[in-house]
């Protein structure tokens, strides 16, 4: 499988896992991870010499990535500004994210229109 095909396939795992976590399933989180591993977006391996385990999750960063960039390019352009603009919004949001109570916020969902 080529590393297109797994980002890819790692992007639509990573929108899977937005349900899941919505559904607050740790049997849903656990297959969206097995999946994660079963076309090698993650990759763990034993170091024999170390004796330690070694994890290699460039191809789901590949694939979260490319997830965030279509989302904050949609963004973007339906609110007709720029990506930097959007950016600049979602730092603010996850800097919220650390200070609010676990149920205090919505998932960033106030004020728009669906």
Known sequence: ?????????????????????DVETG?????AFGKLL?????EVTMDEEE???ELDISPLM????????ELVDEVARRD???????LALMR???DAIERAEPHD?????EGHQH
């Open 27 to 31: 049997e849903a989180m656990e297959a």
């Open 105 to 109: 916020h919505d998932h960033g969902h």
């Open 38 to 42: 079963e076309i090698e977006a993650i």
């Open 80 to 86: 007709g500004s720029s990506v930097e603009d959007v």
């Open 92 to 94: 603010g949001r996850l």
């Open 1 to 21: 499988m080529s590393i297109d095909d797994i980002t890819r396939q790692a992007g639509h795992i990573i929108l899977d896992g937005i349900t899941a976590a």
């Open 62 to 69: 590949g694939g979260v990535l490319a997830v965030v960039r």
């Open 51 to 53: 004796g330690e385990l």
